[in-house]
Every structure is written in structure tokens, then in C-alpha cells.
Antibody, heavy 119, light 106 residues
Framework: EVQMLESGGGLVQPGGSLRLSCAGSGFTFKDFAMTWVRQAPGKGLEWVSVISGTGDPTYVADSVKGRFTISRDNSKNTVYLLMNSLRAEDTAVFYC??????????????WGPGTLVTV | SYDLTQPPSVSVSPGQTATITCSGDTLGEKYVSWYQQKPGQSPVLVIYQDTSRPSGISERFSGSNSGNTATLTISGTQAMDEADYHCQTWVSSAVVFGGGTKLTVL
């Protein structure tokens, strides 16, 4: 079964840091782009960052640029989101999702259950 | 930055056709995906590349995209289709989501 599973969320003080992880299984991880998307309570989906299957290039939303960094370790089938200088407005459920292709980012077909980050 | 605009809510009677729109500048020149999200659950991809349905998604879901507007159509709407629907595209090195539309099946 193809699935994604996030971990690493929790309660953090403003200005603090957190690293989220997302493990993929049931598919050839290195062949697909990965993205992080967040959803604040009662709000819509907000894109955070995306990374190609090879790990380069990466793209990040303006709202988190300079604070959040996406990376991946294809040997561990895991994508990461390092979040620094966290603010109250970063409070959200963070989802990771698998892209349909390696370096195209117009669709994401497998989503994890999400991990809650509270600042 | 690029904006995608969706109506906040759409209502439909059971068995009727629901239409949800997503508007953006020259959106018809880009690929659009649609996601269904039920309360407390993760999003599910229901349409990609404007008109394609992933395996396992009901044929009642269809999509189109032309000009400045993409449309998700749900035919024979059922109570189980009640959910939030989000459109999404890729433009100017960014993934962009619409604000989401709450579909109510009355």
C-alpha cells in the first residue's frame, strides 16, 4: 500500500525550531516530488514547500522563505521540513504529499494524516 | 503573487449536478487539480491535469479548464460528496491553492 506518514509535530515556543519528517512507503520514493502543505484551524490549504525527486530543485512559499527548509533523504525514503523562527501564525496541521511525477508539481496523489504544530 | 478564487460555498440537492468554479488569470493555460477534503481527514486528489481522474475516483467527478476558469462537476451528487473542495495549480515556481469551497448536499 502506498502511504505517507508525518512525525515531529508538537508544541513549541515562539522563536523556536522544529523538524518534521515524512516517511513514504509502497513506491519508489526517489522517483517522485514531495510537498509540504499546512492548514490552520478552520482555514484552507496553504502550500509551504516542494522538492523534486532528486532533491534539486526546491521551492518555498514567500510566507516561510528564509525560515523553513525542505530536504529529503532518498536512502531513508523520508522528506523533512526544518522550521526555524516559528511564529504563532505558523500553528497548523502540516501535511506531506507525494507528487504524481518527479519534477512536475501540479498534482499530489497521496497525503499523510498530518501532524499538528502549535506555536 | 498568483491568486485562485473559489466560491466559499455551494449547495446542491441529492441527485443533482454540483458545479464548483476556480478562477485565475489565464488559468486555462495551466494544469489544475482538485482535492476533496472531509472534516478531520486529509485531502484526496479527485481530478488532475484538468480532466483526469485517479484510479478509484468515481466517474461522477469530472473537470474542465478554459479561459480563466476551471470547473469541477459532480453529477448525481450524493450525501457522501459533502466536503470541502480545493483547486490547485503550479505557477511561477509556486504551488497555489484556491481558498476552498464547502459543498453542502441539502
Amino acid at each position: 500500500e502506498v502511504q505517507m506518514l508525518e512525525s515531529g509535530g508538537g508544541l513549541v515556543q515562539p522563536g523556536g525550531s522544529l523538524r518534521l519528517s515524512c516517511a513514504g512507503s509502497g513506491f519508489t520514493f526517489k522517483d517522485f516530488a514531495m510537498t509540504w502543505v499546512r492548514q490552520a484551524p478552520g482555514k484552507g490549504l496553504e502550500w509551504v514547500s516542494v522538492i523534486s525527486g532528486t532533491g534539486d530543485p526546491t521551492y518555498v512559499a514567500d510566507s516561510v522563505k528564509g525560515r523553513f527548509t525542505i530536504s529529503r533523504d532518498n536512502s531513508k525514503n523520508t522528506v523533512y521540513l526544518l522550521m526555524n523562527s516559528l511564529r504563532a501564525e505558523d500553528t497548523a496541521v502540516f501535511y506531506c504529499a507525494k507528487g504524481l511525477w518527479g519534477s512536475d508539481y501540479d498534482a499530489f496523489d497521496i497525503w499523510g494524516p498530518g501532524t499538528l504544530v502549535t506555536v | 503573487s498568483y491568486d485562485l478564487t473559489q466560491p466559499p460555498s455551494v449547495s446542491v440537492s441529492p441527485g443533482q449536478t454540483a458545479t464548483i468554479t476556480c478562477s485565475g488569470d489565464t488559468l486555462g493555460e495551466k494544469y489544475v487539480s482538485w482535492y476533496q477534503q472531509k472534516p478531520g481527514q486529509s485531502p484526496v486528489l479527485v481530478i488532475y491535469q484538468d480532466t483526469s481522474r485517479p484510479s478509484g475516483i468515481s466517474e461522477r467527478f469530472s473537470g474542465s479548464n478554459s479561459g480563466n476558469t476551471a470547473t469541477l462537476t459532480i453529477s448525481g451528487t450524493q450525501a457522501m460528496d459533502e466536503a470541502d473542495y480545493h483547486c490547485q495549480t503550479w505557477v511561477s515556481s509556486a504551488v497555489v491553492f484556491g481558498g476552498g469551497t464547502k459543498l453542502t448536499v441539502l
